[in-house]
């Protein structure tokens, strides 16, 4: 028995400039239904979850929900409509407290003469945790001060918040660890039980197959299918999302720790205020040394702690290549060594500035001529020679970094780094967020540096990623090293998730 539809979409247009990012989309979604988005960086998905969010206003079309036309006018009113979005981008007040975050746009219903009472919001906010099964999470503190998977786990309280009976996650699995992600699988069976339905987006095609029911695939623009979950393989889906087959193999195909005798790098008891409990691991020349950790590991604080952004209370961290102790970014970014974030936009790129410059600025000491003079026409040349060696889709290096969809982004992120002459490179979830192609185009950059000789700390909330790059793994739990894995050892997923929890 078809199921009733709760979403109808008609002729849904969006264009930005010249860029016409959705093309007379149609689409049906029912009530109890699961569907994925699927499709390349930049082929359209979240302006389209936009569009239905209320973040973008459609250039044409009509959009239905429970049979009446259905036209937000900004997020709020979607919320009204029990439609409540997780955007890609992380979407907090950073100067306020989670609590307030959670309930922005609604605090109205705890203010009392002007005054918003905190403790009924902090409340509030407990009992929507209790309410979807969600854990603890530190209502008081400030936004601005949480990292990336705390700051989705509050925007996920909000969309929740509304009570939605459609909800829309873009790439939110993608910014989680192992523990946070079965949170959201159950979260999903949850409203699959209340008859209620979902849009997601996750470039983990894997998952998407495993946790959707239906799968809408993208490409330019263009809604080609939607098609049943159960009755497509993976590489027929990365087939329809990109026109072509994708082949071989991502990660490496070699069972064994291959690097120089040579130690370049090394953390010797460190322990810092952020929780790292005396850290002492070293890293060899062309090794790649993964990470691997449920949400309060510390995994993240490693790559922070390397690359001289957060100083240890106790320890040393030290460039044995160079004789150097890192105790701030300066020494680390002069000893050719780069750091490449989780938080994408709040940490690495600068959002409100052209693409040029965010590929260039990592290597303005390249540029800069023989008097000291930047060339604005080496510039140029160089960011378009970026862009067209990772396939940066953009209308122009001088567009804006804020127009390019969140895979482009990472592309740049990463990208401006690869042009480099490293040593040691410290990727902190480089694929968070990227399409297939992308994702395979990275992971040969990354064994291409193996091969020069260039070392890797690769920090990551995807084991199958730590599994099939690093030569040791490092598991850690509660701020400290648990265990260390050998790739000759053959990586097992149960086991390392076992030694996590
Ligand atoms: N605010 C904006 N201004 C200008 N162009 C934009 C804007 N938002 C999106 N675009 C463009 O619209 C197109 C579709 O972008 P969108 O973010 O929807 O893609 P996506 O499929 O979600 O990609 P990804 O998988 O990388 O997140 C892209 O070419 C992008 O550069």
């Not at 929900?65 to 979005?85: L, W």
């Not at 990336?148 to 996650?169: F, G, Q, T, Y």
């Not at 060696?389 to 804006?400: A, M, P």
């Not at 084991?463 to 097992?492: P, W």
Request: proline residues 2%; glycine residues 8%; negative net charge.
């Amino acid at each position: 028995m078809k199921k009733e539809c709760v979403l109808k979409i008609e002729n849904l247009n969006k264009s930005f400039g010249i860029t016409h990012a959705n093309k007379n989309i149609c689409m049906e979604l029912h009530k109890g239904e699961i569907r994925g988005l699927s499709g390349e960086n930049g082929c359209g998905k979240s302006t389209l979850l936009s569009q239905i969010a209320g973040i973008y206003h459609s250039d044409s079309g009509t959009m239905y929900k429970d049979g009446e036309v259905y036209a937000p006018k900004n997020p709020i009113d979607a919320g009204d409509h029990k439609i409540a979005i997780v955007v890609q981008e992380l979407g907090l007040i950073a100067d306020l407290p989670a609590g307030v975050n959670a309930f922005l746009g609604k605090t109205g219903q705890f203010t009392k003469f002007g005054y918003l009472s905190l403790k009924k919001v902090y409340q509030a906010a407990n009992a929507e945790l209790e309410k979807w099964g969600l854990p603890k999470m530190n209502f008081r503190s400030l936004a601005g001060g949480m990292n990336v998977e705390n700051r989705k786990m509050i925007e996920l309280v909000r969309a929740l918040s509304s009570d939605p009976d459609i909800l829309i996650l873009d790439e939110v699995t993608q910014s989680l660890s192992h523990d946070n992600r079965n949170i959201v699988y159950q979260l999903l069976k949850k409203f699959k039980e209340m008859n209620r339905s979902i849009i997601l987006i996750s470039h983990d095609l894997e998952e998407t197959l495993r946790i959707t029911d239906t799968i809408s695939i993208l490409r330019d623009g263009e809604l080609l299918d939607t098609v049943n979950s159960r009755e497509i393989s993976e590489d027929e889906l990365k087939r329809r999302m990109v026109g072509r087959n994708i082949e071989g193999d991502y990660y490496r195909s070699d069972e064994e720790e291959i690097y120089e005798d040579e130690v370049i790098f090394s953390f010797s008891e460190v322990s810092t205020e952020s929780g790292l409990k005396d850290v002492s691991f070293d890293v060899h020349k062309g090794e790649i040394l993964g990470f691997c950790g449920l949400s309060d590991s510390g995994i993240h604080d490693i790559g922070q702690a390397a690359y001289g952004l957060m100083k240890p209370e106790k320890g040393k961290i030290m460039l044995h290549s160079d004789q150097v102790e890192i105790v701030s970014t300066n020494v680390s970014l002069n000893h050719r060594m780069a750091y490449v974030p989780k938080d994408r936009d709040g940490e690495a790129l600068m959002m409100k500035t052209t693409i040029l410059r965010n590929l260039c600025l990592t290597s303005m000491e390249q540029i800069r001529g023989k008097a000291g003079y930047i060339s604005a026409s080496h510039m140029k040349k160089m960011a378009e020679d970026a862009k067209a060696e990772f396939n940066i889709k953009c209308t122009s290096v001088l567009q804006n970094m804020n127009g390019l969809s969140g895979g482009n982004k990472q592309k740049v992120n990463l990208g401006r780094w690869l042009l480099k002459d490293l040593q040691l490179l410290i990727i902190d979830c480089p694929t968070r967020g990227v399409d297939v192609g992308v994702k395979s185009y990275i992971y040969q950059c990354m064994k291409e540096a193996k091969k020069k000789g260039i070392s890797m700390i690769l920090i990551t909330d995807e084991l199958t990623e730590a599994m099939g790059m690093s030569d040791h793994i490092i598991v850690m739990k509660n701020g400290g090293i648990k265990k260390k894995i050998a790739r000759s050892s053959h990586f097992n997923e149960e086991e390392m998730i076992e030694v996590m929890i």
